[in-house]
């Protein structure tokens, strides 16, 4: 079974600082990894995904994330935020090319930007 | 490519109606999607797998008789709440796979979502 744990449920940081998203996985099987972004009322965009290769991975609007197996965390940065990164974050597995796609999401991590 | 549409966005009924959701997948055919739910403030749960001309599989705790789910054709499944109640509003969340795509093997693709209001 999978499962995913997003540490922090609402996390704050000031206009330009770096950004932080934790997140943890388990699976039996390798992993596809995601982060989405959820503004409010809407749908999910996809920021950026691990499948397989290079583990730093580079996304949209300037987050990128690393892949630790050892660590078993995909954990979303961001040199410097901005006001318009506030939005809810969710990290998400699946299984992958053994598996049928459906997600497996945390429960999401609230960011919010102090100007 | 890969675009994901949800209709109705928005839909408020009365309890004891029964309220249509659909999910389309415009450019592609999709022989899964998923139907994901989002209590107010919480995470997005999984429903149902819903397979192209066979039965929907339900997650534990789902009731397949309140969330009918049909997926007629490659391009459409919709989702019915029956005899909606208050405790049903929430936002229904579609996702489809696009095995023949670029990025087929990869990712699902997520519709817009629709928030359901129960009064």
């Known amino acids: 079974a999978q499962s995913v744990t997003q540490l922090g449920s609402h996390v704050s940081v000031s206009e330009g600082a770096l950004v932080l998203l934790r997140c943890n996985y388990s699976s039996s099987v390798p992993p596809y990894l995601f982060w989405y972004v959820q503004y409010p009322n809407q749908g999910l965009q996809l920021l950026l995904k691990?499948?397989?290769?290079?583990?730093l991975v580079k996304g949209i609007n300037g987050f990128e994330a690393e892949f630790k197996k050892s660590e078993t965390s995909f954990h979303l940065t961001k040199p410097s935020a901005h006001m318009s990164d506030a939005a809810e974050y969710f990290c998400a597995v699946s299984e992958g090319t053994s598996g049928t796609y459906k997600y497996i999401f945390g429960t999401g991590t609230r960011l919010k930007v102090l100007a | 490519g890969a675009v994901v549409s949800q209709h109705p966005s928005r839909v408020i009924c009365k309890s004891g109606t029964s309220v249509k959701i659909e999910c389309r997948s415009l450019d592609f055919q999709a022989t899964t999607m998923f139907w994901y739910r989002q209590f107010p403030k919480k995470s997005l749960m999984l429903m149902a797998t819903s397979n192209e001309g066979s039965k929907a599989t339900y997650e534990q705790g789902v009731e397949k008789d309140k969330f009918l789910i049909n997926h007629a054709s490659l391009t459409l499944s919709t989702l019915t709440v029956t005899s909606a109640h208050p405790e049903d509003s929430s936002f229904y969340i579609c996702?489809?796979?696009?095995?023949?795509?670029?990025?087929?093997?990869?990712?699902?693709?997520f519709g817009q979502g629709t928030r359901l209001t129960v009064v």
């Open positions: 996702s489809a796979r696009d095995p023949q795509g670029a990025r087929g093997n990869t990712e699902a693709f």
């Open positions: 691990y499948t397989t290769g290079a583990t």
